[in-house]
Each structure stands twice: as C-alpha cells, then as structure tokens.
C-alpha cells in the first residue's frame, strides 16, 4: 500500500468514525497462550497465526524461542513504528527509513519471586523502558519529524497502555 492508499484508508475510517463514533469502539482479538510442557507456550490468534515462546535455558526453557517479555517489546516496537508511519502517511511525507527499537531493563529475582535484602518483594515487571526512533524522509526537516513522533505516541495503543498503566482484569477458572 503506498503513502497516498493509506492516508486515503486512514481518512475514510475518520469519516465514518466522525458520523458514527461508537463504530470506533470494538473488542480486539483475544490472544491465547497454551501450555506446551515445560516452559514452552504456544500463543495463538484467531486468524490461525501461532507464536511460540520459551525461557532460556538457565530458567528452566531450551532458549530456543523468544521469550514472553521479547514479544512484549515486539508490541511496543511494532505499535509505535506502525502509528509513525500512520501519521507520515496522513501528512504526507514519504519516509525512506524508520526503526523502532524497545528496550528494557528487569530483575530477575522478580520473575522468581524473590526479596530484595530490606524483605521487600523485588518487581517482575521490566523496571526500565526505552524507546528509540530512527526515521528520515528527504527533505523533511528533523523538528517535522520529532513533532510527527510526538504525535504518534499520544495515539499509540501499545505504548500507551505501559505509559497510563492499564489496569488489568484476572478472571480465574481453576478446578
């Protein structure tokens, strides 16, 4: 799809979107992760596409898959490359290149459930997160583009939900 088709698609949702806001709000597809044996997880989505996930070896996996919190750094680096370009598109400008790399920082005594020497639980969650954008298109100045990316990260699912922490809803079913 070029620049032009998906500033175009992009403009058409708006429409609708301005005559029709509730058409905006829809449930997303589910994500299912299945217990493979060991640590191994098979992730599946509804249109048949499967992600297989594993520890490294050190923590009980094979390391021969990516691991769960590599396919959450996926997520923000994929949100955010796609909605820059997104918005590229929709102003006009024709990127030639644009990198989107998430980084991040954990304890691993966390994911173990481990206390920190005072007694106090050390986090499992990632207690660093980085983004780094690397874009350019020809003859758009540089201020341009960091105003694109601002912008785009306001409209960034993924990110967006790290940055305003969303709550999360457990529904347990354990016979």
């Known amino acids: ?3 032009q088709q998906m500033a175009a698609a992009m403009q058409r949702m708006r429409d609708v979107l301005q005559r029709r806001p509730g058409h905006g709000l829809h449930d997303d597809a589910g994500a299912v992760a ?3 044996g060991d640590a191994r997880i098979a992730c599946h989505h509804v249109n048949g596409t499967q992600l ?3 520890m490294p070896v050190e923590l009980g996996g094979t390391g021969d898959q ?3 919190g590599w396919l959450f750094r996926a997520g923000l680096a994929a949100c ?4 820059i370009a997104m918005e590229a598109a929709a102003c006009g400008i024709e990127l030639t290149e644009l990198e989107v790399r998430a980084d991040s920082r954990s304890d ?4 173990l459930g481990m206390h920190a020497p005072d007694g106090s639980p050390v986090p499992s969650a990632p207690c660093a997160v980085q983004m780094r954008v690397h874009l350019r298109a020809t003859g758009v100045p540089a201020e341009t583009l960091q105003a694109l990316v601002q912008r785009s990260r306001n409209c960034s699912p993924v990110p967006a ?6 709550p999360l809803d457990w529904q347990i079913d354990a016979a």
């Open 108 to 111: 691993t005594r966390g994911l």
């Open 34 to 36: 299945r217990w493979q």
């Open 1 to 3: 799809m070029t620049t």
């Open 161 to 166: 939900a790290v940055e305003h922490a969303l």
């Open 52 to 54: 297989l996930t594993d």
């Open 66 to 68: 990516v691991t769960p």
């Open 80 to 83: 955010a490359a796609t909605r």
